[in-house]
């Protein structure tokens, strides 16, 4: 019996132990975040920050227009994006993991020689983006360009997904095109 007690107090502490570095981890990536988000607002004073959830959603050369369209719930997107993988306060084309930006993929040099992925894609704001672009798709409207980022908690956590490490902050360089009617 003693060493039943023994043996599940070592894993109680090895749990907790785990889920202490997974939110070191997580802090880690939070500051990543925060300090690429102070560097494009100093770099570009018209810059607007919103926090949404889990999501940090920096829109370059403040577009915001209460006249036009927003995203909402179960509406459609049309955007062109670039997913890097941020592992530090800035971004590089080393850490480009999925985009539909030629250029993007031109600077990351990656082949380009199927040019169908380099095109216009739809999204439609639900339960099957990973929470953290969610959060940060919603309320964009046509024309921002920015970026949304959010640590591993809110993207695939302890999942690897393709190229995408498990445990990933990312960040998405966004530009929206239009909000699509619902179908």
Known sequence: MRKLLLISASLLALAA??????????????????????????????????????????????????????????????????????????????NLVATNLES??????????????????????????VRGLADGLAGVQPGDEGYILFTGKYGYGKTERGTIPALSALAYYILIEEILPNE
């Open 17 to 94: 132990c785990t889920k202490q570095s997974l939110q070191t981890t997580y802090d880690k990536q939070t500051g990543y975040i925060e300090n690429f988000v102070r560097t494009q607002m100093a770099n570009d004073p018209t810059a607007t920050l919103t926090r949404n959830g889990g999501a940090y959603r920096v829109i370059l050369k403040d577009t915001l227009d209460p006249t036009r369209d927003s995203l909402g719930w179960g509406q459609r997107v049309s955007l062109y994006y670039g997913c890097f993988t941020l592992q530090s306060a800035s971004l590089s084309a080393s």
């Open 104 to 129: 993007l993929a031109t600077q990351a040099h990656w082949s380009l020689s199927d040019a169908s992925r380099f095109k216009l894609d739809t999204l439609t704001l639900d339960n099957t983006l």
